[in-house]
T-cell receptor
């Protein structure tokens, strides 16, 4: 079974631009969660989507948004990029709703650099 | 406000010895705790978990201890192997269906 895939793996953007990251979950998984990883903050939860609906949300500004498609693939969008948005963005998929189950599988991440 | 804290950013241990990684939390509502392991250029992978009804859970070389009164958990790896070199994150949640709160991670280096 193929794992969680994320595209692109690396991205360089300029401050003020917007970016879209993509995540394809494991086949059959309907829950997709997004995390931001930075050296000082560890992994911080952004949001979770299940059956095309946002079910949980972390404490991030409205510049961070996401969506999920009927095939469970998910996209995350960040508008008006700031230097502090430079981070590794991780996506995780799970067969069930809820992001704390041990069945949560992470993708390799997208490394975003904002200059 | 960091509700889950890993105060040691790095740890070096001789191969074959015991590695002890620590994690403290502040939210007394947390009932479910997990450890994840992360290699460079890969996503975190689940290692071991424990619920608040237990104080110890063991899986092979990995044991997690939970001290609820001290709001402290630890991961013991015995014996440590070079392949254990990675970043370890602890995480917690109030229930199985709530979002995870992660610590900042500890980089473990096993010295051959």
């Amino acid at each position: 079974k193929a794992g969680v895939t994320q595209t692109p793996r690396y991205l360089i953007k300029t401050r003020g631009q917007q970016v879209t990251l993509s995540c394809s979950p494991i086949s059959g998984h309907r829950s997709v969660s997004w995390y931001q990883q930075t050296p000082g903050q560890g992994l911080q939860f952004l949001f979770e989507y299940f059956s095309e609906t946002q079910r949980n949300k972390g404490n991030f500004p409205g510049r961070f948004s996401g969506r999920q498609f009927s095939n469970s693939r998910s996209e995350m969008n960040v508008s008006t990029l700031e230097l502090g948005d430079s981070a590794l963005y991780l996506c995780a998929s799970s067969p069930r709703i809820g992001t704390s189950a041990s069945e949560q599988y992470f993708g390799p991440g997208t490394r975003l650099t904002v200059t | 406000d960091q509700q889950v804290k890993q105060n040691s950013p790095s740890l070096s241990v001789q191969e074959g010895r015991i590695s002890i990684l620590n994690c403290d939390y502040t939210n007394s509502m947390f009932d479910y705790f997990l450890w994840y392991k992360k290699y460079p250029a890969e996503g975190p992978t689940f290692l071991i978990s424990i619920s608040s009804i237990k104080d110890k859970n063991e899986d092979g070389r990995f044991t997690v201890f939970l001290n609820k009164s001290a709001k402290h958990l630890s991961l013991h790896i015995v014996p440590s192997q070079p392949g254990d070199s990675a970043v370890y994150f602890c995480a917690a949640s109030r229930t199985l269906n709530e979002k995870l709160t992660f610590g900042t991670g500890t980089r473990l280096t096993i010295i051959p």
